[in-house]
């Protein structure tokens, strides 16, 4: 059985301008997606900055969230690292607070072999009982999963069940799925892909859109497995403007000012994330309003 299926949303850590961790911000945030149907949490990802939490603010943030959501739609935890060992540490901690899941990004900088990668996902998995998705986003770790190794990882270990697959590469997904025979769980890392991966047997989609739109998101995925493809088709190409702007500058900057825009947060993010530009701001207001959320 799949850790969800439809939209997941890749939340946003919310901060205080003194880089606090704003919770009050955050529990709204969760109460917001919750009421407008989002079917996951994946919380402490890229868009929730991750990378300049330390070890103790990311499992405060991934134990809140837990204890927020108490088990009405699954949380699943951004626990990867570029250290194996950081890795299975975030993991185990992670798999006490009751997570239902944990979201593992391919190992950063280090430039890992298939084998590497391999035995670095294998030894994360092996440490937790909870399923694990591979998070595969080259662009940003400058290093790609091919689809035999997740096939191999999906197929040895028990636990890992899936990829979140951010490549965008729409012939490596083919690949994938036509080597994977029901092995392999789906999800699109890119929201102007949603529709391709579906068809390709996806089970949904982890995303930034929803952090703003989430009951449209969920309704794309909603759709299509209803059988309403033409419908689903729609939602999503209604989008493309929007996930085009809420990718204008680095993520998760525009979708900050984007939650800020709509009254959901003051935008506060840490370096080297800075403040959005001022053209690129005009930019997405045009797109949000366009869109009938703003």
Not at 175 to 196: E, T
Not at 262 to 270: A, C, D, W
Request: with cysteine.
């Amino acid at each position: 059985m799949s850790l969800f299926t439809g939209a997941g949303v890749a939340i946003v850590t919310p901060f205080k301008e003194n880089g606090e961790v704003n919770y009050e911000k955050f529990a709204e945030l969760i109460e917001f997606q919750i009421a407008n149907r989002t079917d996951a949490i994946i919380v402490c990802g890229t868009t929730g900055e991750s990378s300049t939490l330390t070890h103790e603010e990311h499992l405060d943030v991934i134990r809140y969230c837990a204890e927020k959501v108490a088990g009405r739609i699954p949380v699943i935890a951004g626990t990867g690292s570029n250290c194996t060992q950081t890795a299975v540490y975030l993991s185990t901690e992670a798999e006490k607070y009751g997570v239902d899941g944990l979201l593992l990004v391919t190992p950063y900088y280090n430039k890992a072999t298939q084998n590497g990668l391999y035995a670095h996902y294998k030894t994360i998995a092996d440490s937790v009982k909870i399923p694990c998705i591979i998070y595969n986003v080259p662009s940003r770790t400058g290093c790609n999963v091919e689809p035999e190794t997740v096939v191999r990882l999906c197929t040895d270990v028990a636990n890992i069940v899936g990829v979140k697959e951010a490549s965008g590469n729409i012939s490596q997904i083919v690949k994938l799925m036509s080597l994977a025979q029901g092995r392999v769980d789906l999800y699109s890392g890119n929201d102007d892909q949603i529709v391709p991966l579906l068809a390709l047997g996806g089970k949904g989609v982890i995303s930034v859109l929803s952090n703003v739109a989430p009951g449209q998101t969920h309704d794309i995925c909603a759709k299509f497995f209803e059988g309403d493809v033409a419908g689903s088709c729609a939602e999503q190409l209604r989008a493309i403007p929007l996930c085009k702007a809420l990718f204008c500058e680095v993520n998760p900057i525009p979708v900050k000012k984007a939650l800020e825009l709509m009254g959901k947060g003051e935008g506060f993010l840490r370096m080297p994330l800075t403040e959005m530009e001022e053209t690129h701001v005009l930019k997405l207001e045009k797109a949000m309003k366009e869109y009938g959320i703003l």
